[in-house]
């Protein structure tokens, strides 16, 4: 059953603290995203990796989220310092190109 | 003006209605038209994918994309209280990556 598989689920944590998200995209799939959801915003691109290689990031603030593809099957969205503001569901992607996304169940994140 | 445009709702229908959900778009350039399911503290789901102008069908389900009015519809025959949840169409350009969403129609199906 192939699915992309994010972890953790759920995160806590105080402002100012390291937050790291990971993704496991689907085997084979070429392209990864990042996703921010909030009620306000809806679903916002952060960045996407095409073979590895960053293609878009302009979707994040420089100055304290980054995100990498140290191999093929993990990706990482890293938060620091946290803000209150951060705290939203965070979703990984992964796909083929041609539009098609298929998407991880999300890290829940508050910052306190 | 956002790429995307999608009515929030929330979308109440009886069970069994016809419901039908829309967007438009500004962007000529999209050829990639998705419809995605999210239930509540789930990711979304890719429901439907359609490539250019046309209809397609998949049980219940009938998208439809109408190109030369910038326009995609989603259509749920007999709903059933388990099409409750979000739905939330996208975009994509030919030969790009990247997708565009809608914010969502919230969709509830009561018995």
């Known amino acids: 059953d192939a699915r992309v598989t994010q972890t953790p689920r759920d995160k806590v944590t105080e402002m100012g603290q390291e937050v790291t998200m990971r993704c496991q995209p689907i085997?084979?799939?070429?392209?990864v995203f990042w996703y921010r959801q909030t009620m306000m915003q809806g679903l916002e691109l952060l960045a996407y990796?095409?073979?590895?290689?960053?293609?878009?990031d302009s979707g994040m603030p420089k100055d304290r989220f980054s995100a990498e593809m140290p191999d093929a099957t993990l990706a990482t969205l890293k938060i620091q310092p946290s803000e209150p503001r951060d705290s939203a569901v965070y979703f990984c992607?992964?796909?083929?190109?041609?539009?098609?996304?298929?998407f991880g169940q999300g890290t829940r994140l508050t910052v306190v | 003006q956002k790429e995307v445009e999608q009515d929030p709702g929330p979308l109440s229908v009886p069970e069994g209605a016809i419901v039908s959900l829309n967007c438009t778009y500004s962007?000529?350039?999209?050829?990639?038209f998705m419809w995605y399911r999210q239930y509540s503290r789930k990711g979304p789901e890719l429901l439907m994918y359609?490539?250019?102008?046309g209809n397609k069908e998949d049980g219940r389900f009938t998208a439809q994309v109408d190109k030369s009015s910038k326009y995609i519809s989603l259509f749920i025959r007999d709903s059933q209280p388990s099409d409750s949840a979000t739905y939330l169409c996208a975009m994509s350009e030919f030969g790009a990556n990247n997708l565009f969403f809608g914010t969502g129609t919230r969709l509830t199906v009561i018995p």
């Open positions: 962007n000529s350039a999209f050829q990639y």
């Open positions: 992607a992964s796909g083929l190109g041609q539009g098609l996304a298929f």
């Open positions: 359609t490539y250019s102008s």
């Open positions: 990796f095409r073979n590895r290689a960053p293609l878009d």
């Open positions: 085997l084979g799939h070429n392209t």
